[in-house]
């Protein structure tokens, strides 16, 4: 059976629905943490008198809310178009919603009644010796929060995992391992199912490794004399947190692979080339954490040229591929450009631009100049905002808004110009900044900084306006009937 092919299986219904509330989550609560961010801005740059320890716990919860959502939205790219090649339970796919909404509460919660603002990090042991700035049963909430939302992906990946196994029988197989070893590429399992496989095993690994910390710094909590190793804390947490977040882009590029071939006819085959990248990445994104270590000189010399080194690749192979993928599945194509086709356009080179000034990070003896600059928040606003969010926003259009071009207004082509321009100068900003060595993470910036937190703002106001059109329009057509 040839399974490079597109989708087939019928998605029911209510799995469709799941969807929905999945977006609909997504979008409105972008567009408040994107409020958070903005509020960040304008207090540094003085414009509004932001409290520090209120400016503490806006940026823990924008922080740690990015993280989450982005990830939300990825699971959704991710299952509907893997929904259609394997038997997923819709079911889970409810139950990981259910368990992020009860997670954000809790979050939200222990940050702003709590007053915890120990940054998405919560590294040890700041969570139990705050200093008087919030209760041990904040920070522990805040913990149990993190905790329920990471079980929850953690079931839906078991649950992909289950599902391809069903079809594959081994997951070397669904990697296309006997094509990409093989003298022929017929039979390889199509983009979705790579993909999907290659995020269940690092999402896996990751969530276990957090879930693992969480646990133990709630013991720490209430039992001090259960201490931590804090290198192996961080070591832990930055692993989670790095597999994680580059996880969501790695499900949401899935859209990309299964939309744009709709709008140019090509459909996007496996080939050796996609097998390799992917199978490369899945090591390298595993290996490649330590670079976010490299002011930890405890850690081993090893571990820190691995770190530099991978930093310099891990992001390369998929990211070549689907870039010159795009590239050559669009031109010459006779494209039908649309608020959707363009957003994942635009996604793809947001990606790619994002990936430029991490490696630039990544690089030792760089590092030990921007780490704690606002250079570091400059290149993951770039591929998060730019890439992976605006992957997400594609998918709504692709979801809600009729298969023609004739469905998209002025608006939306407006929101669109406006969303990427803003886009690339609010974090142009943050990479300026972090040239001029402005720290990063601190509450109050001193007057010769302000003029850019100034510019920022500007441009982080005209981002969140464009994304509430994205917002409003994803709801409004909703309640439209979709034509064939």
Request: with cysteine.
């Amino acid at each position: 059976m040839n399974t490079n092919t597109q989708s087939s299986l019928p998605i029911s219904a209510g799995a469709q629905k799941v969807v929905i509330g999945y977006l609909a989550v997504c979008g409105a609560v972008l567009a408040l943490l994107m409020v958070f961010g903005l509020l960040l801005r304008l207090g540094q740059g003085g414009m509004v008198p932001l409290p520090a320890d209120l400016s503490y716990q806006v940026l823990t919860a924008h922080g740690i809310g990015m993280v989450g959502i982005s990830g939300l939205g990825g699971a959704a790219i991710m299952w509907y178009f893997l929904a259609r090649q394997v038997a997923l339970n819709s079911s889970i796919l409810l139950l990981n919603l259910g368990l992020f909404l009860l997670g954000v509460v809790l979050i939200l919660g222990a940050v702003f009644i709590g007053g915890f603002a120990g940054a998405w990090t919560f590294l040890y042991p700041l969570p139990a010796q705050s200093g008087g700035a919030w209760e041990a049963h904040a920070a522990a909430i805040y913990m149990v929060g993190v905790l329920l939302i990471g079980v929850g992906f953690l079931l839906l990946h078991l649950d992909t995992g289950w599902a391809i196994l069903s079809r594959y029988g081994s997951l070397t197989k669904a990697l296309g391992w006997p094509q990409m070893f093989g003298p022929s590429i017929d039979d390889a399992p199509p983009p979705v199912i790579v993909a999907s496989t290659m995020v269940l095993i690092i999402n896996t690994l990751g969530l276990i490794s957090g879930a693992a910390i969480l646990v133990m710094t709630i013991v720490n909590i209430y039992m001090p004399s259960f201490a931590i190793d804090a290198l192996l804390a961080k070591n832990m947490i930055f692993f989670f947190g790095h597999v994680f977040i580059n996880a969501t882009i790695y499900m949401a590029v899935i859209a990309v692979y299964e939309i744009l071939p709709t709008y140019t006819g090509r459909p996007w085959k496996t080939s050796k080339p996609f097998l390799i990248a992917w199978n490369a990445s899945l090591i390298m994104v595993l290996a490649v954490y330590p670079h976010h270590l490299l002011m930890d000189f405890v850690m081993p010399t090893w571990a820190l040229i691995l770190g530099q080194i991978m930093s310099y690749t891990s992001g390369l192979p998929v990211l070549v591929v689907t870039g010159l993928g795009v590239l050559i599945n669009v031109s010459r194509s006779g494209i039908r450009w649309d608020m959707t086709s363009g957003l994942l356009f635009l996604a793809t080179l947001g990606w790619a631009v994002g990936v430029v000034p991490a490696i630039v990070d990544g690089t030792i003896v760089v590092n030990a100049v921007l780490h704690n600059t606002l250079w570091v928040p400059g290149h993951f606003h770039t591929y998060l905002l730019i890439g992976q969010v605006t992957m997400v926003f594609g998918f709504m259009y692709f979801v809600a808004v009729r298969p023609d071009s004739s469905d998209d207004t002025t608006l939306d082509r407006l929101a669109f110009w406006v969303f990427a321009a803003a886009s690339f100068g609010f974090t142009m900003t943050f990479l300026y900044a972090g040239k001029a060595s402005i720290p990063r993470r601190f509450a109050e910036h001193l007057p010769q900084w302000t003029g850019q937190d100034q510019v920022g703002a500007f441009f982080a106001a005209l981002v969140i306006v464009a994304v509430l059109v994205f917002v409003i329009r994803f709801f409004v057509r909703l309640g439209r009937p979709k034509t064939a």
